[in-house]
């Protein structure tokens, strides 16, 4: 099997959210990660930090989806990193309410040997030095790397986000990150500048309202599927990012026509992720119930048109 490297958190949250809230819960960008690539034919790594409060049923929990855990490291005495949060009313904005940094503030990650000829590698939102570090890390270069950042990177380490940007395949950032970053408010603009800053490909997420790819003056666009019922879009974005990576690197196929197909399957897994808090949904999430949500993805988007030919 192709090997997928993922970097990342692995945290606790606390969420508030119209529809209720919760306490300390499993999270992370890693996390997330690494469960949506577990639909995958693919070996899958973490590299992260943990304090020694990390629930042992988690770790079991990611070993059960056959995730290595060989570059998780765990500080004696240490803290896991802890997010809370709570999102308004439309879901499509939230308040942090606390950060806590704890191992993380010191994080300097260590690829396993047997990690360093990864296929594919998951950069997830991380500091871009770690993200870097990384990369260096390499003994041979991967067949793609993916990025995934957020705005605060922008704001406190633009020239070390660019440095790393220069360097990866696909950058995946929401919409509003994508106008930050480029200063273009037209997405298609947006993502021929981004273009220039490295990345080949631009994946720019729009919550509900899906996705879109770019390459060079190829555009794809995959939809979100109408969901009754959102409670907590946390993680949802990672989740999208591990589906992405996760069908790529199973498929050892890195063309522009190969990522559309990437792309539906991320929109697919990061539908279920939102229907429950945390990663409870997709801990529970059966490949059957993956396959026929992915039937209906593709009755929402197939149709067939008859063109008047020009007389």
């Not at 590299?47 to 988690?58: A, E, N, R």
């Not at 300097?108 to 047997?114: C, D, I, L, Q, R």
């Not at 995946?172 to 990150?177: A, R």
């Not at 996760?246 to 929109?267: H, L, P, R, T």
Request: charged share 25%; with cysteine; aromatic share 10%.
């Amino acid at each position: 099997m192709n090997k997928l490297l993922i970097v990342g958190t692995v945290a606790y949250d606390a969420i508030e959210s119209p529809f209720g809230k919760t306490d300390k819960i499993l999270g992370g960008a890693a996390t997330y990660i690494g469960l949506s690539a577990s639909f995958f034919k693919v070996q899958s790594a973490i590299v992260s930090v943990i304090g020694d409060d990390f629930d042992q049923k988690h770790i079991d929990l990611l070993k059960s989806k056959n995730i290595d855990l060989t570059g998780l490291e765990t500080v004696p005495g240490g803290k896991t990193f802890f997010w809370s949060g709570r999102y308004h009313n439309d879901l499509n904005s939230r308040d942090t309410l606390s950060t806590e940094l704890n191992v993380l503030a010191d994080f300097n990650p260590v690829v396993p040997e047997h990690f360093k000829d990864a296929d594919v590698v998951m950069l997830g939102n991380l500091h871009p030095i770690v993200q870097s570090g990384v990369l260096d890390q390499m003994t041979a270069k991967p067949k793609l790397v993916v990025l995934d950042t957020m705005n605060f990177w922008m704001d406190c380490a633009l020239p070390e986000l660019l440095d790393v940007m220069k360097r990866v395949d696909v950058i995946t950032i929401n919409d509003e990150e994508a106008r930050q970053l480029s200063g273009e408010y037209s997405l298609v603009k947006a993502a021929a500048k981004i273009h220039t800053m490295g990345p080949k490909y631009v994946v720019i997420k729009k919550g509900e309202h899906g996705a879109l790819l770019f390459n060079d003056k190829q555009v794809f666009f995959a939809p979100a599927l109408p969901l009754e019922e959102v409670f907590d879009p946390t993680g949802a974005g990672d989740t999208f990012a591990g589906g992405f990576a996760g069908y790529i690197a199973q498929s050892e196929n890195v063309s522009f026509d190969n990522m559309k197909n990437g792309i539906i399957y991320a929109s697919n897994l990061a539908s279920f992720c939102v229907e429950k808090f945390g990663t409870e949904r997709m801990e529970t999430l059966t490949k059957g119930e993956v396959q026929d949500r992915l039937q209906q993805f593709k009755s929402l988007t197939q149709f067939e048109i008859a063109l008047e030919e020009e007389e």
